[in-house]
């Protein structure tokens, strides 16, 4: 099965350079515990331009009818692959929906410092 979407790049003022970005669906089902990595994609580092960006993405995963699943997002500005101040994530949630259309606007926000 395949999940589409578009992750929002907030307008930021000035370019910016994100040297990678992650996009993975994990298994929320079990609350409190570890959300389990199910699949995941990098996409090439990009230039994000000073009024913001929508950028496309699609997932191909295994999905199981009785769990919950949710996409995350870490826009990587320097290529450490550690959350770091300036990075732009997902801050909420953002449920796979269990049926129908699976597109999903993901928006991403800057790490405070």
Same mark, same amino acid.
């Given at each position: 099965?395949?999940?589409?979407?578009?992750?929002?790049?907030?307008?930021?003022? =000035?370019?910016?350079?994100?040297?990678?970005?992650?996009?993975?669906?994990?298994?929320?089902?079990?609350?409190?515990? *570890?959300? =389990? !990595?199910?699949? /995941?994609?990098?996409?090439?580092?990009?230039?994000?331009p000073p009024d913001g960006l929508?950028?496309?993405?699609?997932? @191909?995963?295994?999905?199981?009818?009785?769990?919950?699943? =949710?996409? /995350?997002?870490?826009?990587?500005?320097?290529?450490?692959?550690?959350?770091?101040?300036? @990075?732009?994530? !997902? !801050?909420?949630?953002?449920?796979?929906?269990?049926?129908? @259309?699976? !597109?999903?606007?993901?928006?991403?926000?800057?790490? *405070?410092?």
């Amino acid at each position: 099965m395949q999940i589409t979407g578009t992750l929002s790049f907030p307008p930021s003022g =000035a370019p910016r350079r994100v040297e990678r970005v992650e996009v993975t669906v994990r298994d929320i089902t079990e609350l409190g515990g *570890p959300a =389990a !990595t199910v699949a /995941r994609v990098e996409l090439p580092g990009l230039d994000v331009p000073p009024d913001g960006l929508n950028l496309p993405f699609s997932i @191909d995963v295994e999905l199981e009818g009785n769990r919950t699943y =949710a996409v /995350r997002a870490h826009a990587d500005r320097n290529g450490s692959r550690a959350v770091e101040v300036g @990075d732009l994530v !997902t !801050t909420e949630a953002h449920v796979v929906p269990s049926g129908g @259309d699976r !597109t999903l606007i993901v928006p991403l926000h800057p790490v *405070p410092g």
